[in-house]
Structures are given as C-alpha cells and as structure tokens.
C-alpha cells in the first residue's frame, strides 16, 4: 500500500473532520500518501479526488462537519457505478480507502472490498447504531447538544407549569434519548426498543399532576411516534400546556467534544495501521476502550447491538 484515499459518507458527524486528520497524518507518519475523496461516494464517481497534505488538515480537529463533504448516492449500489469509481482509483494509483459513515457507507466499503480495493470503515454517526462499537464518533457530541436543549426546556417548562416532550434522534435506536434522558434528568424516557404505551405514559403523567407535580420532561426517539400528536394528545388529558420540540439537525453539529476528538484520533490511526497491514472489508470500533475491528458483514449481520438495559432502568430509578 502506497496511497490510500479516505472519504467521509452518509449523515455528517462532530469528529468526522479529527477522523480525516488522523487518516492523513497517520498515513503521511507511514510513508503514505494520502487522497481526500469529496463528496463520499459520489465523488469517488465523478472522480472528485485530490491529495492531502499534513497541511491540508490544519485547523479541522475542532470543527463539526465534514471538510471532505458527504454525500446520499444510492447509485453506488450498482456495479456499473462501482466500476468507473474503480477506474478512478486505478488512475490515481489509490491502493486502499478508509471509509467514514455509518451502516450504508460500510455496504459500500464492502462491495468496493470485494472488487479489490481493500476499505476499512469507521463509525461516524450520531445514532451510536453501529455494531461491533461501544460508540460511534459524534455520540457524545450530540449528546452534550441534546442535554443543552433539555437544560433550556427545563428552566421555561418549569417556569410555565409545562410538559416538555423532546424528540431526539437515533433512528431506530434509543441510546442518545436514554442518556440524554439520565443526564437531562427527564421523568419519562420512550424509546424504540421498548416502544411506547401510551395509555400508560398518561396515566403516570396524571397521576404526577395529581400529586401537585407542575411540569415534566419527557425524552423522546424520533420516528417512534409523532410528538406533536402526542404532545396534544398529554395536554388533552392531563390538563397541562403540553409542547413538543424537535431537536432535529441541531443534533449534527457543533464542535466535537473531547471525547470524539479522542475517539475519532485513535481510530483514524488504527485504520491506517490495518490498511498498512493488508486488511480490508474491516470495519473499526471500541470496546472496553480497546480499539477492534471486525468483518464488516460479520459485524452488521451477526454482532447486534444489545440494548442497554440497565441504563434505561437507571433513567426510570432517577426519573
Ligand atoms: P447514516 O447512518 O448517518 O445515515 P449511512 O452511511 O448509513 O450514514 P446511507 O445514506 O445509508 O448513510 O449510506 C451512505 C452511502 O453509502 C449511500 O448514499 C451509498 O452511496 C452507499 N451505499 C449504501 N448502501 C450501499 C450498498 N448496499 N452498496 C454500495 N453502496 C452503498
């Protein structure tokens, strides 16, 4: 391996930028030179591809965002698509990838594995849903994001007597509203693994107002229902104002945190030692703060992720 390219795809994630800087100085530490492909896959198909220089990553370790760009290019999916992104590497001599991103990016590194160009994946996303990782690059971020939002919606739901239902990303998975529950200190905590009842939730909602509780926060996953039906719905029976904020993209942002910036750091180097060593189709992560990698099939096929339970208990014990 003399020149490896790296990309950033899918959603964007703090610590996706720390994560290319570490690519390129590790790789560049190795002898390496090093290729910024933009636009994730997409600009691997419009052969959108420029090297990278110790320079060229100044000033990003702190900056949310992708400097590379990312991309949603369904397209790849097809041979076809796949097989001019090939050439292009060809023509630059680009010998090996490193692929940041979450589930669909990984798919992508894998299909481009097995047609011979070796990709080592890492974990940026938000979502913390990727296996065969403790944790994704951008989690805790988005965390500190989320526990901001809830803190202000604590000081005006209490100040106005208010339910505050907030709905947090994840997709199908509800480990930032977990956390962001326990660290929010939220009174109720819905998330997909263990869906909703909602004649259940208004009823612990009544019986608090009962006691002459005035106001509660209420930790939500997106996509598990809507929260402003929901939110009308609360107010409806309980009699208190009732509001639904939707986190949404604010969620993305922001600067990466010690942690991701850590997190992102170690694996951009550890990536560039497995390509060195003639891995591919490897997917990295941390476990027990040891830095592993797995069979990217293996992993998104067989190595589900446990659900937390004991923390979402927590959230419920402190609640
Ligand atoms: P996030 O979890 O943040 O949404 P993601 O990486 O899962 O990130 P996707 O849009 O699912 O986001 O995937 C990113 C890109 O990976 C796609 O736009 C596409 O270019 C490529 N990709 C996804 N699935 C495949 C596949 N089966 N084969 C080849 N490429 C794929």
């Known amino acids: ?39 994730g896959y997409l600009g691997l198909y419009e052969n959108h591809i420029e090297e990278l220089t110790r320079r060229s990553v100044s000033n990003i370790i702190n900056r949310g965002g992708t400097v590379l760009g ?6 790849f999916k097809e041979l076809s698509v796949r097989e001019k ?37 890492l974990p940026g996303t938000i979502d913390n849903d990727i296996n065969g990782t403790d944790y994704t690059i951008g989690f805790f971020t988005a965390l500190n994001t989320v526990l901001e939002a809830i803190d202000r919606l604590r000081d005006t739901s209490t100040s106005h ?12 998975c509800g480990d930032l509203t977990v956390s962001a529950a326990i ?11 263990r869906g909703l009842d909602e ?21 939500l996953t997106e996509k598990v229902t809507d929260a402003n039906a929901l939110a009308q719905k609360i107010e409806a029976e309980t009699g208190l104002e009732t509001r639904a904020t939707i986190l949404g993209h604010i969620q993305r942002g922001g600067n990466p945190t010690a942690f991701d910036r850590l997190l992102a750091s170690r694996m951009g180097s550890y990536a560039v030692d497995l390509l060195v060593q003639g891995e591919g189709g490897r997917c990295v992560g941390i476990h027990n703060d040891q830095l592993v990698h797995h069979d990217i099939i293996d992993a998104m096929e067989n190595m589900r992720r446990p659900f937390n339970d004991k923390l979402f208990d927590l959230s419920i014990k402190l609640a």
């Open 199 to 219: 004649a259940d939730l208004i009823a612990k909602l009544k019986a608090q107002v009962g006691r002459g509780k005035k106001h509660a926060i209420v930790a």
């Open 70 to 75: 990312s991309a949603r290019f369904p397209q």
């Open 1 to 39: 391996v003399k020149k490896i390219g790296v990309l950033t795809s899918g959603g964007d994630s703090p610590g996706m930028n720390a994560a290319v800087r570490a690519v390129v100085r590790a790789g560049i530490d190795q002898g390496l030179q090093v290729y910024g492909v933009y636009d």
């Open 161 to 172: 007597h208010r339910i505050s239902i907030v709905e947090i990303m994840g997709r199908h």
């Open 85 to 121: 992104a090939v050439e292009n590497l060809k023509a630059a001599n680009i010998d090996a990838l490193v692929v940041i991103g979450g589930d669909g990016s990984y798919m992508g590194a894998k299909a481009l594995t097995e047609m011979g160009y070796p990709c080592i994946g």
């Open 183 to 193: 660290g929010g200190g939220a009174e109720f905590c819905i998330v997909p693994e």
